[in-house]
C-alpha cells in the first residue's frame, strides 16, 4: 500500500516564508514525476509545481521566482520552498507522485493547509 504523507503547513503572514514535504513509503519500485497542486475555496485545484525523474522543473506563473520545488530521490521525497507568500497563496496544498509499485498508478497526499495573513 502506498502512501503519502505531507508536512509543514500552517500560518504565516505575508512576505514569510514556509517549506512543505511530502514522503511516499511502501511498496515502491521507483517514482517518476512528483509534483504540488493546491486548491483555494470555490476554486479548482491547479498545479503550482512539477517536477520530472531528471529534475526538470515547471511552475506556475503565479509562483515563479518564489516558489522552489526539489526532490530527494533516496527518501522518495518532494518538497517545496515557498518564499515571498502573498494571501492569495492561501489554500490546501496537495502532493501528487507517479509511483510505479504493484502497478504504475499516481497518488496523492492527503492536503495541508497554508494560511497567509495581509
Known amino acids: 500500500q502506498v502512501q503519502l504523507v505531507e508536512s509543514g503547513g500552517g500560518l504565516v503572514q505575508a512576505g514569510g516564508s514556509l517549506r512543505l514535504s511530502c514522503a511516499a513509503s511502501?511498496?515502491?519500485?521507483?517514482?517518476?514525476?512528483m509534483g504540488w497542486y493546491r486548491q483555494a475555496p470555490g476554486k479548482q485545484r491547479e498545479l503550482v509545481a512539477s517536477?520530472?525523474?531528471?529534475?526538470?522543473?515547471n511552475y506556475a506563473d503565479s509562483v515563479k521566482g518564489r516558489f522552489t520545488i526539489s526532490r530527494d530521490n533516496a527518501k522518495k521525497m518532494v518538497s517545496l520552498q515557498m518564499n515571498s507568500l502573498k494571501p492569495e497563496d492561501t489554500a490546501v496544498y496537495y502532493c501528487?507522485?507517479?509511483?510505479?509499485?504493484?502497478?504504475?498508478?499516481?497518488?496523492w497526499g492527503q492536503g495541508t493547509q497554508v494560511t497567509v495573513s495581509s
Open positions: 517536477i520530472t525523474s531528471g529534475g526538470s522543473t
Open positions: 501528487r507522485q507517479w509511483i510505479d509499485g504493484a502497478a504504475w498508478n499516481d497518488y
Open positions: 511502501g511498496r515502491i519500485f521507483s517514482i517518476t514525476n
